[in-house]
């Protein structure tokens, strides 16, 4: 099964507590190429943000890609989106490694415009499952 998941600033999914007392949720990008024959499938989870879904969707069509279908479903404060996406010059799925990468770094992106506050366990590398060093040193 060829299933790409980041986990995008968290370990749990459920999230964590905000600097305001609210939780802050957790986003994630799971790239799957092999659920469906004709189509990627780029699953995002992510908070409630007013914006957060057609911003996502222009990003993809910006890329050159085509949201072939789409499913939402909201449970408390998270979003889950389901994109089954093609290539608008060959109405296939994407193969390209590159443009993949791409896909993954544009959807990050644009959620950290939504939520902020997980730039700093991205940059640590806990998107891509590396455990951050326990002591941070100022430089």
Do not use: W
């Not at 995002?44 to 072939?68: E, H, P, Q, W, Y």
């Not at 909201?74 to 010059?89: G, Q, V």
């Amino acid at each position: 099964m060829n299933r790409i998941a980041y986990q995008a600033f968290g370990d749990s999914g459920k999230g964590s507590t905000g600097f305001d007392g609210g939780t802050v949720p957790t986003p994630m990008v799971l790239i799957d190429q092999s659920s469906d024959p004709n189509a990627t499938i780029v699953e995002i989870s992510f908070g409630d943000r007013l914006g957060a879904l057609l911003d996502t969707m222009n990003a993809l069509k910006d890329l050159g890609l085509d949201v072939a279908k789409a499913s939402v479903s909201t449970e408390a404060s998270i979003t889950r989106t389901k994109f089954f996406i093609t290539r608008l010059d060959t109405d296939r799925k994407v193969e390209d490694p590159e443009l993949l990468e791409r896909i993954r770094l544009t959807i990050i992106n644009n959620l950290l415009k939504y939520h902020p506050e997980s730039s700093e366990r991205l940059a640590m590398g806990e998107a891509f499952g590396t455990i951050p060093p326990k002591k941070k040193v100022c430089l």
